[in-house]
C-alpha cells in the first residue's frame, strides 16, 4: 500500500492553544533574534586587523604609551620625569614626525615609518615585527584619536634636491643657519644649546623643559638623518615643541633648504 500522510492528520487532536502559543514565541523569537546574532557575530576584516593590532599594541607599546594611548603608561613617567619628551599621546593631533604641513596629522605612512624606525635615544625599532603587524598596530594607534580625522592629510613636496654638499654649498647653509637664527635654541654654531634653553624657554606641550637637538650628532636626530628627512623636519617643524616650520622662511629661496642641510650633515663629519 503506497504510503500516505492522511490518516496522521486525520486522528490528530487540534493543538492546545498555550502549547500554540510556546512554539509560535520560540518561532518568532529566534526568527526576530536572528539579525542581531548575525550582526554581533560578523567580523569584517577590519576589525580583525583593529583586534589584531590592539593585541600586539598591548604587548609591544603599553608600557610606555598606555592602555588608553594618552602616553601615560606605567614607564611613562620615568621615561621623561621631569623633563621631555614623555611617550606620545594619540588622543591629541600634534605629532612630530610627519610628511604634512604643520598643524596636521601624519599620514598613515608617516605612523609607519616611526614605527619601523623608532625614536633614536627613546623608543626601539620595530622592525622585528612583519609589515602586516605593524599596518595592524597603525590602526589601532589611530583608533584612540579623538580628533576629526576626515580630511586625510597630504605630504607636501620637497624643493628638487637634495644638492651636491660643496664648499660653496655648505658656506651658504651656515650664511642660512645664521640668518634664520636657529642659534637662538641649537646654539652657535650648533655647539651648545643656545640661549633660549639656557633661561629655560623651552618647553614641550606638557609643559616639560625640552631640550633642543644636538646637532653635530646626526645619529641622534629623532626622524632620520637622510638629507630627505632632515629637510623634512625643517620644514615641516615638530609640531607640539618649539621646534616650529621653516616652510614659510624659506619659501623665497626654497633651495636654501639643501644648503641648510648640507651644512648640518657637515657638522658631523668635522672633527
Ligand atoms: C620604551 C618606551 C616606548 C615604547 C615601548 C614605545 N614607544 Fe612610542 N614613543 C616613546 C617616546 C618616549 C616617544 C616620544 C619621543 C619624542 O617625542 O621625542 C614616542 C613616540 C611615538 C610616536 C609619535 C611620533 C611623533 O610623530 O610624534 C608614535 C607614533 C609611537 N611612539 C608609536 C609607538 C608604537 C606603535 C609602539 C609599539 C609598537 C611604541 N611607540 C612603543 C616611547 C616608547
Ligand atoms: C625656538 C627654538 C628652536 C629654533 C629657533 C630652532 N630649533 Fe631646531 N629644535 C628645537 C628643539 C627644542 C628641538 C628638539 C625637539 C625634540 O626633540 O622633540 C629641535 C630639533 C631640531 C632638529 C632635529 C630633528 C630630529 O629629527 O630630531 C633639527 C634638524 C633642527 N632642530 C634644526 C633646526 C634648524 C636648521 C633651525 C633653524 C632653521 C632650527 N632647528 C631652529 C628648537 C628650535
Redesign the pocket.
Known amino acids: 500500500m503506497p504510503f500516505s500522510w492522511a490518516p496522521m492528520w486525520r486522528f490528530r487532536k487540534p493543538l492546545p492553544l498555550k502549547h500554540v502559543m510556546l512554539y509560535g514565541g520560540v518561532l518568532a523569537y529566534l526568527v526576530c533574534s536572528w539579525p542581531v546574532w548575525a550582526l554581533a557575530t560578523a567580523t569584517p576584516r577590519h576589525d580583525e586587523s583593529l583586534s589584531r593590532g590592539k593585541a600586539?599594541?598591548e604587548k609591544?607599546?603599553l608600557?610606555?604609551?598606555g592602555r588608553t594611548g594618552e602616553?601615560n603608561?606605567p614607564?611613562?613617567f620615568y621615561?621623561?620625569a621631569y623633563s621631555?619628551?614623555?611617550?606620545?599621546d594619540?588622543t591629541g593631533a600634534?605629532?612630530?614626525?610627519?610628511s604634512t604641513a604643520s598643524g596636521e596629522l601624519?599620514t598613515d605612512a608617516?605612523?609607519f615609518q616611526?614605527?619601523t624606525k623608532g625614536?633614536p635615544g627613546?623608543?626601539?625599532a620595530?622592525r622585528g615585527?612583519s609589515e602586516a603587524d605593524r599596518w595592524d598596530?597603525?590602526r589601532y594607534?589611530q583608533s584612540f584619536a579623538t580628533v576629526n580625522q576626515e580630511t586625510a592629510s597630504t605630504p607636501i613636496l620637497l624643493p628638487p634636491g637634495p644638492l651636491p654638499a660643496t664648499p660653496e654649498s655648505i658656506a651658504r647653509g651656515q650664511e642660512v643657519y645664521t640668518l634664520l637664527d636657529c642659534a637662538k635654541c641649537h646654539g652657535p654654531q650648533a655647539t651648545k644649546p643656545g640661549g633660549l634653553y639656557a633661561q629655560g624657554k623651552l618647553r614641550d606641550r606638557r609643559d616639560l623643559p625640552i631640550l633642543p637637538l644636538d646637532l653635530r650628532h646626526l645619529s641622534s636626530f629623532?626622524n632620520g638623518h637622510r638629507p630627505q628627512e632632515i629637510a623634512q623636519s625643517i620644514l615641516t617643524g615638530?609640531?607640539?615643541t618649539p621646534m616650529a616650520s621653516f616652510r614659510e622662511t624659506l619659501s623665497a629661496q626654497p633651495e636654501d633648504i639643501w644648503h641648510l642641510v648640507n651644512y648640518l650633515i657637515s657638522l658631523s663629519r668635522s672633527p
Open positions: 600586539l599594541y609591544a607599546c608600557l610606555c604609551h602616553g603608561g614607564d611613562a621615561l621623561g621631555a619628551p614623555r611617550p606620545q594619540f600634534e605629532f612630530k614626525f610627519r601624519p608617516d605612523l616611526t614605527i625614536i627613546f623608543m626601539p620595530f615585527l598596530i597603525v594607534i629623532k615638530l609640531d607640539g
